[in-house]
């Protein structure tokens, strides 16, 4: 079992910057992809980001790219997901997920998923 817990999310006004965590605890010592989805009131869950185990590798959705950037440390089992130049339509409650059957950049069918956290993105 894998235990992910967001935390970061807030609210802020478009423009601006917020920086979410993913901490990451139970089975980790296998190589695993981490990613992170999104979800607007009413509408379904997105991909936003996602990056590779050795961490060089990173995909991103459409609409964040150039605007957020994840990374990780191994060594403090933490994923991040910095989120500059904020728009409205970027306020959802975001989430991180682990794949601990892939170690690449998957965008779907991911095993493990955090409680979420708000994003909220004022005009």
């Known amino acids: 079992q894998v235990q992910l817990v967001e935390s970061g999310g807030g609210l802020v006004q478009a423009g601006g910057s917020l920086r979410l965590s993913c901490a990451v605890s139970?089975?980790?010592?296998?190589?695993?992809?981490m990613g992170w989805f999104r979800q607007a009131p009413g509408k379904e869950r997105e991909f936003v980001a996602a990056i590779s185990w050795s961490g060089y590798s990173t995909s991103y959705a459409d609409s964040v790219k150039g605007r957020f950037n994840t990374s990780r440390d191994k060594a403090k089992n933490r994923v991040y997901l910095q989120m500059n130049s904020l728009k409205t339509e970027d306020t959802a409650v975001y989430y991180c997920?682990?794949?601990?059957?892939?170690?690449?950049?998957?965008?779907?069918?991911?095993?493990?998923w955090g409680q979420g956290t708000q994003v909220t993105v004022s005009s």
């Open positions: 139970g089975r980790t010592f296998s190589s695993y992809a």
């Open positions: 997920a682990a794949d601990l059957r892939r170690s690449a950049t998957p965008r779907s069918g991911y095993d493990y």
